[in-house]
């Protein structure tokens, strides 16, 4: 699946009508969420919630909703029903009632593009209309039918449309035989396996000044007036530039690393948990600014793209042991230079991590069969039901 990104121009009326639909897809989805709450003891599976949106069961009391598309409202309640099987599956915490929801999803009805695939509309009794795309990206290569939902989403800088399409990427890059690994760090984004260091370019922290000054700005103003409406919109606004610029440099920093390489071993390490478990809330914020999930996530959606290899590798004691001779040399975080007392090996701590992680890797069986040149594993065919938040950033 590829997802194309455009910018809606749109009217001051659509741009109410919009976040009137926005609005309704949360009031859907929390009713949803309430149902499931008061008829707990009750058999639940993926279409129970879906009896909600029916035209019989809104028309007594919120009618209002029945002006949203019908698809768009299923959607809606699919969100409360994906929170609630995440929860059983114990993947995620006990569902929430939004307040700020931002998107509303439509599947292959209640929407149509002109001839030249440069308008929008949105046919619903809302009556949104018409809207013009501004992007870059030609849709003219795919049918309707490749075109299985949109998203609209409302970000501070106005209202995009997301087309997700049913193909797969693939791009033929040719191999070079090399195989690299990479330590993550908090120096520096990565040290790989030939000692180069990845400069980690920190725009939350250049950017942190601005912010907490923008966020002083918010919290100075009256509640409710329109001079904080102004000066929140302002924060958001530069949230989203920085946003922009991090994505940007992990995506870029991915695809270069598959361009000069076959395979990359990485050290498997579960981000979350590790932001949640560490004790430190300056290295949590680090952690969280490097995007080191989002790196792990591209580096992934390259390997497949480009048809190479991801080897996740166990990171314990990587560290800690000497590349050359295995010996374990016990250091903490705050020595940062790896130094054997029976080899003698000297290295920068992160290489010789990656020096590890490259040798473990190496000797794992995934690994035997590589070089490139076979085929990946068939991947799941991909949920086009729902597309989360991390998804939507996730454009190319
Ligand atoms: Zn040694």
């Not at 046919?123 to 949104?128: A, C, P, R, S």
């Not at 390997?303 to 010996?327: D, H």
């Amino acid at each position: 699946m590829i997802v194309y990104q455009y910018k809606l121009k749109c009217s001051k009326v659509q741009k109410t009508l919009l976040d009137e639909a926005i609005r309704t897809c949360q009031f859907l989805r929390n009713l949803a969420l309430r149902y499931w709450i008061d008829h707990k003891g009750e058999k639940f599976n993926k279409y129970t919630l879906t009896k909600l949106t029916t035209e019989e069961s809104l028309k007594a009391n919120h009618k209002f909703a029945l002006k949203l598309n019908s698809k768009a409202r299923e959607q809606a309640v699919l969100r409360a029903t994906n929170a609630i099987l995440r929860f059983f599956k114990k993947q995620g915490k006990f569902p929430k009632f939004k307040k700020d929801v931002r998107s509303f999803t439509l599947t292959q009805s209640g929407w149509k593009l002109n001839n030249e695939f440069n308008h929008l509309t949105l046919t619903d009794k809302l009556g949104i209309g018409k809207m013009k795309l501004v992007g870059k990206r030609n849709l003219h290569f795919y049918t309707k039918e490749q075109i299985k939902q949109i998203t609209v989403i409302k970000r501070a800088d106005g209202y995009y449309v997301l087309f997700c399409i049913d193909i797969e990427r693939k791009e033929d890059v040719g191999y070079t035989g090399k195989e690299i690994a990479v330590d993550l760090g908090l120096e520096y984004m990565y040290t790989d396996s030939e000692g180069v260091h990845k400069e980690n370019p920190r725009f939350f922290k250049k950017s942190e000044v601005t912010l907490k000054r923008l966020q002083k700005d918010v919290s100075r103003k009256k509640k409710g007036s329109s001079n904080r409406r102004k000066a929140k919109i302002k924060l958001q606004r530069k949230h989203l530039k920085v946003q922009r610029q991090r994505e940007d440099f992990v995506v870029k920093t991915a695809r270069q690393l598959y361009l000069s390489n076959d395979t990359v071993f990485l050290e498997d390490l579960s981000v979350t948990k590790m932001i949640q478990k560490n004790k430190f809330k300056s290295i949590r914020k680090s952690i969280s600014t490097i995007c080191w999930g989002k790196f792990k996530d591209w580096l992934k959606r390259y390997s497949e793209i480009f048809n190479k290899k991801l080897i996740l590798v166990n990171p314990r004691n990587t560290s800690q042991l000497c590349s050359c001779c295995g010996l374990m040399v016990a250091k903490n975080l705050n020595v940062r230079v790896h130094s054997c007392s029976s080899c003698g090996f000297e290295a920068h701590r992160d290489h010789n991590a990656a020096l590890n992680i490259l040798k473990i890797g190496q000797g794992m069986p995934e690994s035997a069969t590589l070089k490139g040149c076979e085929k990946p594993k068939e991947s799941p065919t991909s949920d086009l039901k729902l597309i989360s938040s991390s998804q939507v950033c996730s454009v190319i």
